[in-house]
Every structure is written in C-alpha cells, then in structure tokens.
C-alpha cells in the first residue's frame, strides 16, 4: 500500500508559476515510474508528465516546454514546476504511480488559472 498525498496548488494569474509536490507513504524505488495526471471540470482525466523507471521524463504535448517533473532526493518525492500557466491549466492535478500491477492515487491538489 502507498498513500501519496499532493500539495502547492492555488489560483495564480496566467504567466504564472506553481510547483506541486507529491510525497509517498514510503520510499517509491526509482525503478518505479512516477507521473502526475489532471482533470478538469466535466472532462476525463489525463496524462500531463512521467518520471520513468529509466531516468527519462515524458510530457503532454499540451505542458512540453512549460512543465518539468522531477524525483526529489528523498525517495518518497516527486515536483511538478509549472511555468506559464494557461487558463486551460486549470484541473484538479493527481500523482500516481503503479506498483505491483496497482495503481495509487492521491486525493489531488486544485490549480486554478484566471486573471
């Protein structure tokens, strides 16, 4: 079992930055992917960024070149920054990783872009 639990989400104006953080019950070995996904109101949750097993990191094409996830030191963190944010940013933003056939996820954090 893995809780993981979000946070750094706000409203901010568009331009602006905002850096999640995600922290996991216990340390989640690099060999396990690590992503971040979002839902917007009356749309179906999607991908945005993984962190994978092998290093690399992948992105939406909708985030690539305003987003960069990352694996904190500690073993149990993972960061999306968010750069440039749009009003269609705005979503309820989720960390999720699968161990084990399983997938976690956590109770999400709340982005908000508007001026």
């Known amino acids: 079992q893995v809780q993981l639990v979000e946070s750094g989400g706000g409203s901010v104006q568009p331009g602006g930055s905002l850096r999640l953080s995600c922290v996991a019950s216990?340390?989640?070995?690099?060999?396990?992917?690590m992503a971040w996904y979002r839902q917007a109101p009356g749309k179906q949750r999607e991908w945005v960024a993984t962190s994978t097993s092998r290093g690399t990191t992948n992105y939406a094409d909708s985030v690539k070149g305003r987003f960069t996830i990352s694996r904190g030191n500690a073993q149990n963190t993972v960061y999306l920054q968010m750069n440039s944010l749009k009003p269609e940013d705005t979503a309820l933003y989720y960390c999720?990783?699968?161990?084990?056939?399983?997938?976690?996820w956590g109770q999400g954090t709340q982005v908000t872009v508007s001026s």
């Open positions: 216990k340390n989640i070995d690099r060999v396990y992917a």
């Open positions: 999720n990783t699968v161990q084990g056939g399983v997938g976690y």
